[in-house]
């Protein structure tokens, strides 16, 4: 419901009776995008009682220990494949926001592969149980699939 919460907020639905509206018109996907089986979305009376007994401390530090992904295209590395599209090399970065580094990352050719299935590959290489990873809203657009760390990226 945090989640339903906060996309509401995203989507300029802040008000309580915004977030029961944005849970109703939303209902079926967010049930198949989160798994969930949820009969009724909740009223503006439940989101009430959510925020009034969220931990406001815990969950800002929970939200520092989070993950960020991006992809970024290398500079000097386009060139022009046969068939006239461009080709260049990109690499998707792990940041770490409570280490301050980057710490991990993966490089594919636009024309062998997407950020998409990088990120994959590299989440599937890192311990992430228990963490939150964020990635850009190019991740958002389909559903993704949970990984072996059950990792579900926000946008």
Request: net charge neutral; charged share 15%.
């Amino acid at each position: 419901m945090l989640l339903v919460a906060i996309l509401a907020i995203l989507s300029n639905q802040g008000s309580l009776l915004g977030m029961e509206r944005f849970a109703k018109r939303h209902h079926k996907t967010l049930n198949e995008l989160l798994g969930t089986h949820i009969a009724n979305p909740p009223s503006d009376s439940t989101f009430r009682l959510l925020l009034s007994q969220l931990d406001v401390d815990g969950f800002d530090a929970r939200l520092q220990q989070w993950m960020v992904c991006d992809g970024k295209t290398l500079r000097g590395s386009i060139a022009q494949s046969a068939s006239g599209a461009a080709r260049f090399i990109a690499q998707v970065s792990l940041y770490s926001n409570t280490l301050g580094v980057a710490i991990a990352q993966n490089t594919y050719a636009t024309d062998a592969g997407g950020e998409i299935a990088a990120l994959r590959q590299l989440l599937d290489r890192v311990e992430l149980n228990g963490l939150l990873v964020q990635a850009d809203a190019l991740h958002a657009n389909r559903p993704f699939p949970s990984t072996s760390n059950n990792v579900l990226p926000t946008s």
